[in-house]
Each structure stands twice: as structure tokens, then as C-alpha cells.
């Protein structure tokens, strides 16, 4: 009858422990799978942000040829004629 009980005990304890490495391998997975979750939200971050730069980069590059474009044409406007004439309205 000792031996059965032991036996029982044994089975028991045995148990446990599977259980309790059951629990702590679900529990790794579960990290893992956060981990990763994480880090496919921060390479999409970074594509989204690289995509981003260059967007911007692109619109610098018009702007700034719109601009000098603009700075290298004779004006249109002669806006010291037009400067005194408005005074003279005044």
C-alpha cells in the first residue's frame, strides 16, 4: 500500500512539473509572438518613415527648382513703378 501511495505521489508531482513546463512554454511562445508582432510594427514604421523622406525629398527637389526657376526670370512686374504709384493713391 506505501508503494501505491508513493507511486500516486510520484504520478502527481510528475504531473505538476509537465504542467507547469506546459505553462512556461506557452508563455515563451506567447513572447515570441509578441516580440514579433513588435518588430514587423517597427520595420513597417521605418519603411513608412523612409517613404516619407523620400516623398519629401522629391518635393524639395520641385520646390527648389520652382523657386530658382522663378528667381532666374526677369520680373514681370516693375515693383518700384508700382511701389510709387501706390503712395501716390494714398
Given at each position: 500500500m506505501a508503494q501505491r501511495r508513493y507511486d500516486h505521489e510520484q504520478w502527481a508531482r510528475q504531473q505538476a512539473r509537465e504542467e507547469q513546463r506546459h505553462k512556461r512554454a506557452d508563455l515563451a511562445a506567447?513572447?515570441?509572438?509578441?516580440?514579433?508582432?513588435?518588430?514587423?510594427?517597427?520595420?513597417?514604421?521605418?519603411?513608412?518613415?523612409?517613404?516619407?523622406?523620400?516623398?519629401?525629398?522629391d518635393k524639395l527637389l520641385r520646390l527648389t527648382s520652382i523657386l530658382q526657376r522663378g528667381l532666374d526670370r526677369r520680373a514681370a512686374i516693375d515693383l518700384a513703378r508700382f511701389a510709387g504709384t501706390t503712395s501716390r493713391h494714398r
Open positions: 506567447q513572447k515570441a509572438a509578441e516580440r514579433e508582432r513588435k518588430q514587423a510594427a517597427i520595420e513597417a514604421g521605418r519603411a513608412q518613415a523612409e517613404q516619407r523622406n523620400q516623398s519629401n525629398a
